[in-house]
């Protein structure tokens, strides 16, 4: 990928608030940027081999939506929690096994997206970021939903494809959680907290291929509770 390449595309992004460079084999995050903080809005590096984040990240004060997926990072500086107007942030497909206290302070984040990564525990410290709409964590080595989570304002938490045994009844106490996905995962039906199901707002609760036939639900207390609150959700989407 030649610099004049990456020129040509900064150029571009000087007009539009835009890069994109996917698949190009950067092997870091192009210094050139740098010229650029003050109206980049959206960056898009997925796909490529970039192993660092550098710390710079958080002189990208106008930046909107930041998308690594498909890189090699391990871990990520604190001073990406200077990104104050970050709404997305979409790093699938790396090699992530923890947040920095730092992504606490992101305060507009709607979207975090990590999927794909090598988390063996549920990140902490997202408790702070009142508008987060959606989580996704499917793909990971989670092995437990823990207390904290209740903490969380998210609509969506998304867990398909761990090794989940264990869910605190605590996770019922999220505020704003319509939409858990907990498929793929090594839960027996006695693992699913009641509470869940007669006092939780869940109204989608995903939990195909795990240790028991999903029919069985039916047997839980507060079983119709969840299916009321499910088939009014069906019904205004209808």
């Not at 605190?168 to 699913?192: F, G, Y």
């Amino acid at each position: 990928m030649g610099n004049s390449a990456i020129k040509a595309h900064l150029e571009n992004s000087q007009k539009t608030g835009i890069f994109q460079l996917t698949g190009k084999g950067l092997p870091e995050f192009p210094e050139e940027l740098q010229r650029l903080t003050g109206n980049l809005r959206t960056v898009d590096l997925s796909s490529n081999k970039i192993e660092v984040l550098p710390a710079a990240i958080g002189n990208f004060l106008q930046m909107k939506s930041l998308t690594l997926n498909c890189n090699k990072l391990t871990s990520l500086p604190d001073e990406i929690g200077k990104l104050k107007k970050l709404e997305t942030l979409l790093l699938n497909g790396n090699q992530l096994t923890q947040l920095p206290s730092g992504v606490g302070q992101l305060k507009a984040l709607r979207t975090l997206s990590l999927s794909g990564n090598k988390f063996r525990e549920f990140p902490g410290g997202l408790g702070s970021l009142r508008h987060l709409d959606v989580l996704d964590l499917s793909k990971n080595h989670i092995q437990a939903v823990p207390a904290e989570v209740a903490a969380l304002q998210a609509i969506e938490i998304n867990l398909n494809q761990n090794q989940i045994s264990v869910v605190s009844a605590e996770v019922s106490t999220c505020q704003r959680l319509k939409v858990l996905r907990l498929e793929e995962n090594c839960l027996e039906l006695t693992s699913i907290p009641v509470s869940i199901l007669t006092s939780s707002q869940v109204s989608l609760l995903s939990v195909e291929g795990n240790l028991f036939e999903v029919k069985n639900m039916r047997d839980l207390e507060g079983y119709e509770k969840y299916m009321e609150r499910f088939t009014a959700t069906k019904k205004k989407f209808a």
